[in-house]
């Protein structure tokens, strides 16, 4: 198959690129590397640095007559979609937006779309994990952005447009960037590896979902094949929920940090629970996740143990 991933040089889109290259197909990458990084994508596949916004988006598609179009780039920064709602709205509304002309207007059979389980369900009563039935109550600009572009999908698809939409619990692994505010386990580990304290903020008791990049990367190898007759919309998560202290107390067993966190104050917003029930994807495309926690863990610290160096020097940091 053809694929073009859009944020192929990201965390999630450039292990995705991976996933593709390694089950044999072509794969081209759009990113303009505004986070991502030459460096995540594979030799095997092309990389057309592009914003999603541009009119240059038409032009790749058109010489890359992509099968499907793996949609991952996006402004993925809450706190930056609430103080600049508007550039979101244009990176993840309008940008998405001209993606999926440019794949209507060149037969693009497929797009998959990378949503946002976490963010668009909003507060979950506790106990419980949030099938894809569940109430939306997005909370923030970035996820009205992503359920805004769940639904223009399904005008699309009534316009002929495979569409599967897979909505992530909080996906962390290797190439994470720990710089951003999304990604605790990649923001901990760097603050391991700095000697540095890391923050809990509020009482650390905000349960999370936390799904290993490996098994997302197989969700979006299923989504390729998986029968789109009918909106295939599926959440992307364990099913587990994991409170930021015991995630710690997890990644402690690992690293044996130097280091132990301190609390701030909670951060207005931030939801206490967030936990998906992935049985549909398991229903629908053979899907669990395969790596623990722990398992997890470890792989991500090794990565992060490997690279520091790397890292160091990208950021200028005396080594
Ligand atoms: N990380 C998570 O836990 C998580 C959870 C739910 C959904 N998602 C979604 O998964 C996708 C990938 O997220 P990620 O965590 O890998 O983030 P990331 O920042 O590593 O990847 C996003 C990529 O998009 C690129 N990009 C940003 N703006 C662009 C633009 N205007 N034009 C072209 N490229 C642009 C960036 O350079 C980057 O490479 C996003 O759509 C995100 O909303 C992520």
């Known amino acids: 198959m053809r694929i073009l991933v859009t944020g192929g040089a990201g965390f999630i889109g450039s292990n995705v690129v991976d ?28 990389l057309h640095q592009v914003d999603v916004r541009s ?4 032009a790749v ?16 920064n809450v706190r930056r979609s609430v103080e600049e709602p508007m550039l979101d709205a244009e990176v993840n509304v309008l940008g998405s937006l001209n993606v999926l002309e440019a794949a209507s207007r ?18 979950m009563e506790s106990g419980t994990a949030a099938d894809e039935g569940h109430p939306c109550r ?8 992503k359920l805004a572009v769940e639904h223009y999908l399904e005008g699309y698809r009534a316009g002929g447009l495979e569409t599967v939409v897979l909505r992530y619990a909080n996906v962390y692994g290797p190439r994470q960037d720990p710089h951003g505010e999304a990604g605790v386990v990649a923001i901990f580990i760097q603050r391991i590896l700095g000697g540095l304290n890391p923050v809990i903020f509020g009482d650390g008791e905000q349960v999370r979902d936390f799904v ?12 390729l094949t998986v029968p789109a007759g009918e909106p295939v919309v599926l959440n992307i998560g364990t099913g587990h929920g994991t409170s930021v202290n015991a995630l710690w107390r997890a990644l402690a067993t690992v690293a044996q940090p130097g280091v132990s966190p301190y609390h701030e104050p909670a951060r207005a917003g931030d939801i206490l629970r967030s936990v998906l029930d992935p049985a549909r994807a398991r229903a629908l495309l053979g899907w669990s996740p395969a790596v623990t926690l722990e398992d997890g863990l470890r792989r991500t610290w090794a990565w992060f143990v490997a690279n520091a160096d790397t890292d160091r020097e990208r ?4 080594t």
């Open 55 to 58: 009119g240059d988006i038409d």
């Open 212 to 223: 290993y990049v490996d098994d997302v990367v197989r969700a979006n190898v299923g989504a």
């Open 106 to 123: 060149h037969n693009v059979r497929r797009v998959i779309f990378a949503s946002t389980g976490g963010a668009i369900y909003g507060e």
């Open 61 to 76: 598609v058109a010489a890359e007559r992509p099968d499907v179009i793996s949609h991952h780039a996006a402004q993925v």
């Open 19 to 46: 996933g593709y290259v390694a089950a044999g197909h072509e794969v081209a990458v759009v990113d303009d590397l505004s986070a991502g990084s030459p460096a995540n994508v594979s030799r095997r596949a092309r």
């Open 315 to 318: 950021e200028g940091a005396p």
């Open 138 to 145: 997005p909370q923030s600009p970035y996820a009205v952005a």
